[in-house]
């Protein structure tokens, strides 16, 4: 059982930074974790994920250069940094978990068994 908890979201304006945090009971059991978003009205949509085991890193095309995702192994928690905020990047940003594949997998299909509540993210112009 995998728990997750996100904070670190808030409001800033267009070119503002912030950081999101995702702590993970159960971090030695995943072995992909990765941060999505949905904004009022769309669809949620795969923002960047990371292998537990490797390292790899997966990134949507919308926030390559921007976004950095890593992890903390010894503190069980993931990590979203975001550069450059634009409006459109105002969303519902939520942590997931994989235990049974690995990211190539997980990322392409987007299938992660364990879902965190969600931090909001706005960004004002």
């Known amino acids: 059982q995998v728990q997750l908890v996100e904070s670190g979201g808030g409001s800033v304006q267009a070119g503002g930074s912030l950081r999101l945090s995702c702590t993970a009971s159960?971090?030695?059991?995943?072995?992909?974790l990765g941060w999505f978003r949905q904004a009022p009205g769309k669809e949620r949509e795969k923002v960047a994920a990371i292998s537990t085991r490797g390292g790899s890193t997966y990134y949507a095309d919308s926030v390559k250069g921007r976004f950095t995702i890593s992890q903390d192994n010894a503190k069980g928690t993931l990590y979203l940094q975001m550069n450059s905020l634009k409006p459109e990047d105002t969303a519902m940003y939520y942590c997931?978990?994989?235990?049974?594949?690995?990211?190539?997998?997980?990322?392409?299909?987007?299938?992660?068994?364990?879902w965190g509540l969600g931090t909001q993210v706005t960004v004002s112009s």
């Open positions: 997931a978990a994989d235990t049974e594949y690995d990211c190539p997998l997980s990322w392409r299909s987007t299938r992660f068994n364990y």
């Open positions: 159960g971090y030695s059991s995943t072995y992909c």
